[in-house]
């Protein structure tokens, strides 16, 4: 399947029925799997053999989900779990232990913030938040010899800055740390961080991969660049005692970060993807390709509507040929038009604000991004309430910001539907 284009993928990877079998991917509602007999059922708990032991670990509904996120991002595996919040704690727990610390970008979405700067610290787990627009030599500063990884996302959610690939990648290189991307608002269809120097890569499926705001769920990609028999990370290498002694690297090779993540991480915390979320994600990957330039048309049309607008003061959209990260579009996404997301302040103050929100009729307020409705959000108020001012200006957020998310209705109605609710921002 990884030979074919990514549309052909987001139709029809992972579940490849053999003769006989349902042509759509089905649902695997069990908990349970039948055995031959007890010597299978060892083997399969000493991690000698591969299949499916309780669904908390596996089921061929997710299975085909992770099969298809895998092709589409060009890993080697991937665990799905039970939200985009679980696929960032697995990447960096799989990883880190008491002790040990990570640097991330600052610009990076307000719970996977609140995630890092609080219960990873809680588990003894520090992290260096860094500017990621600041010089190498500045960011080299934040490394110690207890950090394990470097942490940014494609696009920054809501800041909307896109990720400086080739210096992250000069950096995690330098440090010998592994680089993890989540890739959540650009998608495997707008960006393959694998292919520009990350190692792992999260996903938030709850936003463009399911696409139609039904589900929860979230989905950790392996790479298998990373060397993790370095000597950084003996929970690689070391016997593991709770699975008859396996170690890792030398069992699964490429594949051992995502083989451990789903033999103690889903075992131990049990954030698991349930099968109905993976048939929806499933089905929501089939329409990616198409849903994908249709967000970014919409959002490069509302961008440069609203730039043109007197009562705009300010519009960030990275695809806009006047934007300081379109360079950063150009060079990493597979396509000119950006992602469907994007901010813009009103002019006036925050009543102002409040009535433009209150007048949309086809753009509804709600908690949510990639949707195919069109959604706007005041990340200061909600997302992001719980920063301290001095957080919120470093993850990119101004107490006038809009976030919109562009859906995949006709531009005209969205353009006409904003330009209505500014004439009645002022009354
Ligand atoms: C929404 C989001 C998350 C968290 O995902 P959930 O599925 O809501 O838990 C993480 N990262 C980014 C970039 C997101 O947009």
């Not at 010899?145 to 940014?152: I, V, Y």
Request: aromatic share 10%; hydrophobic share 40%.
């Amino acid at each position: 399947m990884s030979n074919f284009g990514k549309g052909t993928i987001c139709v029809q990877g992972g579940w490849t029925p053999k003769p006989g079998e349902p042509r759509v991917l089905p649902i695997f509602q069990s908990t349970t799997y039948k055995y031959e007999d007890i010597e299978q059922v060892e083997r399969l708990f000493a991690l000698e053999e591969v299949g499916f032991k309780y669904t908390r670990t596996g089921n061929p509904t997710v299975a085909a989900f992770e099969q298809k996120i895998t092709a589409l991002e060009g890993g080697v595996g991937a665990v799905a779990l039970a939200s985009g919040q679980a696929a960032n704690l697995l990447a960096i727990t799989n990883l880190c232990n008491g002790g040990d610390h990570i640097v991330s970008a600052s610009t990076i979405y307000g719970g996977t913030y609140t995630l890092f700067a609080t219960k990873l610290r809680k588990l003894g787990i520090d992290v260096t938040f860094v500017d990621p627009e600041a010089p190498e030599e500045v960011l080299q500063k934040a490394f110690r010899p207890s950090t394990k990884a470097l942490f940014g996302e494609t696009i920054g959610n809501p800041g909307l800055n896109v990720l400086d690939f080739a210096k992250f990648k000069s950096l995690a290189r330098r440090f010998d740390v592994p680089f993890i991307v989540d890739n959540t608002l650009a998608t495997p269809y707008l960006c393959t961080p694998l292919q520009l120097g990350a190692d792992i890569v999260t996903h938030s499926a709850t936003k463009y991969i399911d696409g139609h705001a039904t589900s929860l769920g979230g989905v950790v990609v392996d790479g298998g660049s990373y060397d993790w028999a370095n000597g950084k990370f003996p929970e690689f290498t070391e016997p593991d005692p709770t699975y008859a002694g396996v170690r890792y690297v030398q069992a699964f090779e490429r594949a051992a970060f995502v083989a451990k993540a789903r033999a103690q991480f889903l075992r131990d915390f049990g954030a698991c993807l349930s099968p109905f979320n993976a048939f929806m994600f499933n089905l929501g990957l089939e329409t990616l390709h198409l849903r994908m330039p249709q967000h970014g048309r919409n959002a490069l049309a509302l961008a440069r509507f609203l730039s043109k607008h007197p009562k705009v003061s300010w519009v960030v959209y990275p695809g806009l040929e006047s934007s300081p990260q379109y360079a950063r579009v150009r060079n990493y996404f597979s396509k000119p038009e950006g992602s469907g997301i994007l901010t813009f302040g009103l002019q006036g103050d925050l009543q102002a604000t409040r009535r433009f929100v209150k007048s949309l009729r086809v753009a509804a307020l709600v908690v949510h991004v990639g949707d195919a409705r069109t959604c706007v959000l005041h990340p200061a108020s909600s997302t992001h309430a719980q920063l301290t001012p001095e957080q919120q200006r470093s993850a990119g957020i101004t107490p006038d910001m809009i976030r919109v998310s562009t859906g995949i209705e006709d531009a005209e109605d969205i353009l006409e539907d904003f330009d209505q609710a500014l004439r009645h921002a002022d009354a």
